[in-house]
């Protein structure tokens, strides 16, 4: 019997919310950290009760946590975030030099098979890793300092290194994306790195098709096809097939192909969901209707599921990071609002309800699947 | 040695998991950075949380207070005022109202 796990960061603390296999009934535990903004909170593959999250303020900076317990208690370990040498400078959105500057940590992605092992993208865009358990941090240094590095711009939530996917079954293999800079891929654990941003087309920018400046919002990719990627970008659902040397967009009969977040069904490498939102400038659904979108046939063909979901006056939004499927079957699907709701499908998505209502704004969501 | 009384904002205090103020131990002439040192030393969770990793700067939103004045853009290394390390009155760290 499995039970699934879901691991919330929102705008005021974290909330675990736990079930059985049926997906049924919901136990919600929290806030912890509250009042801290907790951007994201993970857990360890290789040792599911081992949690990490980020906590953050204006006030205080950076904090991260870990549990070894499943988040019944938690410790502060290391927070000090240094870039490696002299930093230099990105771009600021006047086009202008801007030092880098940490302000916090957006995403941590946990090692498959060494629980000690953790990924964090930061802001101002960078990645860190830690190889024991958390107590110091270390830049994963050629990837801020790529020759296009200066070059990168923040988009509208900071210069944010937001997704990072490791290869399950290629050692050395990362993808990481940078709003707004794009896609990055590493074949040698991160000593090198390349932008991946070949068949994206991004009107904003002075030059369409450039190598970099891509607004990406998400990539995912199904553990067993690792190359096969999904992107929802600022605008555009796409999808690589090379490990992102060359990208094909794949909005297909969506109503906006604008949106955040995209995550791949557990058992169903070509199943894909997206949350389509109205526009760059209006952050919420079309016509008021919470709709998630699937495709079956790995892009281009959509269908809309709205079984469960609020149809009208929905106008919040749906964040890069709040969104997960745990690994049961039926595979589950679960996201989290602007508007503090968490919503739930034990059945691929054909119907859904609110797990919790009225959290403060859902910054992340992750889902855990214990045996 | 001098024994000091520090107060901590309400997150500060949950972090290092303290009921309200703290006494710091501080060799030497009392001074903002010394405490923060001993302070540091004491509860580890709060490095980088009131003054920055490195640079030991005080973090924008964060204000010192002793005897009912604002310190915080006095030098780290003013030796604080007699009644803080004969322990009459509190140093006191606050966060800037500011934010929702």
Not at chain 1, 115 to 144: C, I, K, Q
Not at chain 1, 187 to 216: F, K, M, Q, T
Not at chain 1, 256 to 277: K, L, N, R, W
């Amino acid at each position: 019997m499995g039970q699934v796990r879901v691991l919330v960061g929102t705008r005021k603390g974290a909330f675990i919310l736990t079930s059985d296999q049926a997906r049924r009934s919901w136990a919600v535990d929290g806030p912890h950290f509250g009042g801290w903004e907790v951007p994201h909170v993970n857990g360890s593959p290789a040792e599911p009760d081992r949690l990490w999250a980020s906590q953050w303020t204006d006030w205080h900076g950076q904090v991260v946590q870990r549990s070894e317990d499943g988040g019944r208690s938690w410790e502060p370990v290391g927070n000090d975030f240094a870039y490696e040498g002299d930093p230099g400078t990105h771009q600021w959105y006047d086009g202008t030099p801007h030092p880098w500057e940490f302000k916090r940590v957006w995403h941590l992605e946990p090692s498959h098979d060494d629980p000690n092992t953790v990924f964090a993208g930061v802001e101002d865009a960078a990645l860190f890793r830690s190889t024991d358990g958390g107590h110091t941090w270390r830049e994963v240094h050629g990837l801020r300092t790529h020759s296009t590095g200066s070059a990168w711009q923040p988009g509208a939530g900071g210069l944010c290194l937001h997704t990072i996917l490791i290869d399950p079954s290629r050692p050395g293999r990362m993808w990481v994306a940078v709003s707004a800079a794009g896609a990055f891929r590493t074949d040698d654990d991160g000593a090198s790195w390349r932008p991946i941003n070949r068949g994206l087309r991004s009107d904003y920018l002075p030059e369409p098709e450039a190598e970099v400046g891509h607004c990406v919002h998400r990539i995912a990719h199904h553990p067993s096809r690792p190359d096969t990627l999904f992107m929802q970008k600022h605008w555009d659902v796409c999808r690589s097939d090379d490990g992102g040397d060359q990208w094909t967009e794949v909005s297909g009969n969506l109503p906006s192909d604008f949106g955040f977040p995209i995550v791949v069904h557990a058992h169903e490498p070509e199943t894909v969901y997206v949350i389509p939102i109205q526009s760059d400038s209006e952050h919420y659904p079309p016509e008021g209707k919470l709709r998630v979108y699937r495709s079956r046939t790995g892009g281009n063909e959509w269908e809309a599921l709205t079984k469960g979901l609020p149809q009208e006056h929905f106008r919040q939004n749906i964040l890069r990071d709040a969104m997960s499927v745990d690994a049961l079957d039926p595979c589950g699907i679960y996201f989290g609002t602007t508007g503090g709701s968490v919503y739930a499908s034990a059945d691929g998505g054909d119907s859904w309800s609110a797990i919790v209502q009225h959290l403060p704004r859902v910054l992340s969501v992750e889902a855990q699947t214990l045996r | 040695m001098t024994r000091v009384r520090v107060a901590l904002p309400a997150h500060l205090r949950d972090l290092a998991r303290v009921e309200r103020e703290v006494q710091v131990e501080v060799t030497g002439e009392p001074t903002v950075t010394r405490v923060l040192d001993s302070l540091e030393a004491d509860y580890p969770a709060l490095r980088g949380t009131i003054r920055g990793h490195g640079s030991g700067d005080r973090r924008p939103f964060m204000r010192y207070f002793a005897c009912g004045e604002d310190i915080s853009h006095e030098p780290p290394d003013m030796v604080l005022p007699e009644e803080v390390w004969t322990g009459k009155e509190v140093f006191r760290i606050l966060g800037a109202i500011a934010g929702g």
